[in-house]
């Protein structure tokens, strides 16, 4: 389905972006679903597996700022999670054995939806072999202004950066950034119904919403079948591991990749990208890490 360069964009660059990838049908889906957790979430805002609330603001209401599992939460959300062209795409990338890694829905609400720091999947959920990859798919036009994705291309040959600091893993990059040519960033533009994959180890990061537009994108993550979680899985997910396309004949592939292993989930407590990176920015007294 990947055109050969395409393909070369992905490997020279670590992400590619396919607008119009969704059908109207699609599109319309997953905005319908999404809306109803919403509004789930908003009769319960207690924290839970389901969904991750933001800080209270002054004199506004807590927002849902993730939804957790959400092939596991509606079947239109999970239809696109087993959705055939997606897997043609993601076998393009990382080959036919394909299993279901994880998914989330990322909520950025208009004037403040939070940033998201520097960081590379991988060091979330190391791996014996970097064969996965994220596909984001857009619910809203992406914009600088309400916080799209920005890359660092060719970072995904960097290697495992730095997620630590004072010995804890923080969910994002800060000291190594030093070394990192941020100028070189990029935001990726793109309209609602587009789908944008990145590589594991692919440095990115998105700043606040700063308009009055939503950005909302349904993420999912998927791996090769050779590839062994080197952590136990937090996630609980239904499909966590899921053979979704070729075969698992219990060969493990390893590349040689040193880790340091993420705290938070060596300690089983489940928290969230924002949580860990919000925790470190009250700890130094900073507004923002996402520094281009
Ligand atoms: O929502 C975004 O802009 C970035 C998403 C991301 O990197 C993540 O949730 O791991």
């Known amino acids: 389905m990947l055109t050969p360069e395409q393909r070369e964009f992905f490997w020279t660059n670590g992400y590619l972006a396919i607008p119009g990838f969704l059908s109207a049908e699609q599109l319309a889906a997953i905005r319908a679903a999404v809306d109803e957790l919403v509004a789930l979430a908003g009769s319960s805002p207690e924290?839970?597996?389901?969904?991750?609330?933001?800080?209270?603001?002054?004199?506004?209401?807590?927002?849902?700022?993730?939804?957790?599992?959400?092939?596991?939460q509606d079947p239109r959300l999970e239809a696109i999670a087993l959705d055939e062209r997606v897997l043609d795409l993601v076998e393009d990338l990382i080959g036919p054995n394909i299993e279901f890694h994880h998914g989330k829905v990322n909520l950025k609400w208009p004037h403040g939806g939070a940033e998201v720091a520097w960081h590379q999947d991988l060091a979330f959920f190391p791996h014996t072999n970097t064969d996965l990859v994220a596909c984001m798919f857009y619910l809203d036009d992406a914009t600088r202004e309400n916080g799209c994705l920005l890359v660092v291309p060719g970072s995904h040959r960097l290697g495992v950066l730095d997620h630590f600091a004072d010995g804890q893993f923080i969910g994002a990059v800060t000291q190594d950034l030093q070394r990192i040519p941020l100028e070189k960033a990029v935001p990726v533009e793109v309209p609602a119904g587009s789908v944008t994959v990145h590589h594991c180890l692919t440095l990115h990061a998105s700043e606040e919403n700063r308009s009055d537009k939503p950005r909302r994108?349904?993420?999912?993550?998927?791996?090769?079948?050779?590839?062994?979680?080197?952590?136990?899985?937090?996630?609980?997910?239904?499909?966590?591991?899921?053979?979704?396309?070729?075969?698992?004949?219990?060969?493990?592939?390893?590349?040689?990749?040193?880790?340091?292993?993420?705290?938070h989930l060596v300690e089983d407590r489940l928290r969230s990208l924002y949580d860990l990176q919000e925790e470190f920015k009250r700890k130094r007294g900073v507004d923002t890490l996402v520094k281009t």
Do not use: W
């Open 217 to 263: 994108v349904l993420i999912y993550q998927y791996r090769a079948a050779d590839a062994m979680q080197l952590v136990p899985d937090r996630s609980k997910a239904r499909h966590y591991g899921m053979l979704l396309r070729g075969r698992q004949d219990g060969t493990v592939r390893c590349e040689t990749i040193t880790y340091r292993l993420p705290t």
């Open 47 to 72: 924290r839970s597996r389901a969904f991750d609330i933001g800080p209270p603001k002054p004199g506004a209401p807590p927002q849902v700022r993730r939804i957790f599992n959400p092939a596991e």
